[in-house]
């Protein structure tokens, strides 16, 4: 699969994978506490390729055209083993109750202060809030640790 790409609507080629901007994959992750949503996975020291957005709705069962497939509140941090297990099966089939309901909590979480957060991350401009002793990148993720403490 590697090398393959897909057309963008300005007819332009990108690489798979590239599907979503960088600060919109990592908001998700922020807001989903990179945590996977179906076996509740702590994905905090995982390899970045077991890391995956799965769509709550699949892109195959949008009805003509794409609107909201790849919104915010149709995405949702898994591992890879999940997100491949799932495939394009109904959340309802393949999720027990507790799983459906950590979606459904997450999903409707606003995406905009992980946004914020993802693009202060990844301009690298993030500091830490001397008020609570905590970093902001902690506060986002859910972390109780201190900044320079150690995992």
Known sequence: MAGTSTRSKAGQTQPSGQW????????IY?????????CLADLHEAEPSDITLD???????????KAGVN???????????????????????FAGKEARAHVRRNTRRSIIKYRRLAKELIAGT??????????RTTKATGSRRKPGGSR
Do not use: M
């Open 20 to 27: 979503i901007r960088a600060d919109l994959r990592l908001a």
């Open 30 to 38: 922020l807001r989903d506490r990179f945590t996977c949503l179906y």
């Open 55 to 65: 769509h709550v709705v699949p892109r195959s069962s949008w009805p003509g055209g």
């Open 71 to 93: 919104a915010p509140a149709n995405l949702v941090t898994a591992c890879r083993s999940c997100n491949c297990s799932r495939q394009d099966k109904p959340l309802a089939r």
């Open 126 to 135: 993030t500091g830490g809030d001397e008020n609570s002793g905590q970093s």
